[in-house]
């Protein structure tokens, strides 16, 4: 229909193939707001964050240390790869698709050593989850490795690609209302003791992904918020939170949530980092 009648035509659709299939160009949205225009290929191939790396295909999506110049380092081990001017020593998003990794018996060609510990054949290929250094990852291949055998793993230069962090930590603005308390997410949290800043200053406020505290009891926490998008990163989940008050809440943990629990949020006093805001 679309060739015959030679106009423009906009699909809306959850569905990642479809819009694969479908499209000669895919807008990817997520809470309202764009966050990329691309062909297929440059979508599944390029994504610009973790979310549309998570939203389009399956993929491996890891912290990683970006060592200099296409040289970057995941799961405790250094690999060449094509991207470069992101700095030394700058903390990036990696993200490698489930068919670009090369699976093969360990052999001192590995680049990753590991155990199969699921092998499910979907058909056209088997999908295997190898866990290795502590990290799952998931690999497609068209050869099939049994549970509990030893393999090796291998990935291309050109098939790692590498997006900047969208954010190191939690940040948010707040107002010191004593020595040992700040105020920010409409609540009020204890901290450590400030000495060089007046209450009643606005400040920066930082707290660690993993130094967030989630409960299943809401009543133990300081306030409460609803988890709303989850991202495994191959030995840990970062969660997305929001709170009653509509920040975003970024959480590193180990524990499995579900999209729409509600939960109750604590942050402990030592975990609160505190700045001074700079008027300009």
């Known amino acids: 229909m679309h060739k015959t009648l030679g106009i423009t035509f906009v699909y809306v659709t959850h569905d990642q193939e479809e819009a694969l299939t479908l499209s000669d160009t895919i807008v990817v949205m997520s809470e309202g707001k764009i966050q990329q225009i691309g062909t297929p290929v440059d979508i599944y191939n390029e ?10 295909g399956e993929s491996n999506i890891l912290n990683g240390t970006m060592i200099q110049d296409k040289l970057v380092r995941f799961a405790g081990v250094e690999f060449e790869c094509v991207d470069e001017g992101f700095g030394e020593n700058m903390p990036v998003d990696v993200v490698v698709r489930p068919e670009d990794w090369y699976i093969f018996p ?3 060609a590995s680049q ?40 090796g793993l291998l990935i291309k230069p050109f098939d790692i690609h590498i997006m900047k ?4 930590c939690n940040t948010f603005e707040g107002e010191l209302t004593d020595g040992t308390h700040v105020e920010f ?3 009020t949290f204890e901290c450590l003791p400030v000495v060089d800043i007046e209450p009643g200053t606005k400040v920066k406020v930082q707290v660690d992904f993993k130094d967030i505290i989630l409960q299943d009891n809401e009543e133990d926490g300081t306030l409460t918020g609803d988890v709303r998008f989850i991202l495994y990163k191959g030995d840990h989940y970062h969660l997305t939170v929001s709170s009653d008050w509509g920040e975003d809440i970024f959480v590193d943990t180990n524990d499995v949530w579900d999209n729409g629990d509600h939960v109750g949020i604590s942050i402990f006093p030592e975990s609160i980092k505190i700045t001074q805001i700079v008027e300009s």
Do not use: W
């Open 47 to 56: 994504p610009i964050n973790s979310f549309v790396a998570d939203f389009i």
């Open 106 to 108: 360990d052999s001192d």
């Open 112 to 151: 990753i050593s590991g155990i199969v510990t699921s092998s499910i054949f979907k058909g056209v290929h088997y999908e295997m989850v190898v866990e290795a250094n502590g990290y799952e990852f998931i690999v497609q291949d068209y050869h099939h490795f049994a549970v509990g055998e030893q393999v």
């Open 165 to 168: 962090k969208e954010r190191v």
């Open 185 to 187: 997410l409409g609540c």
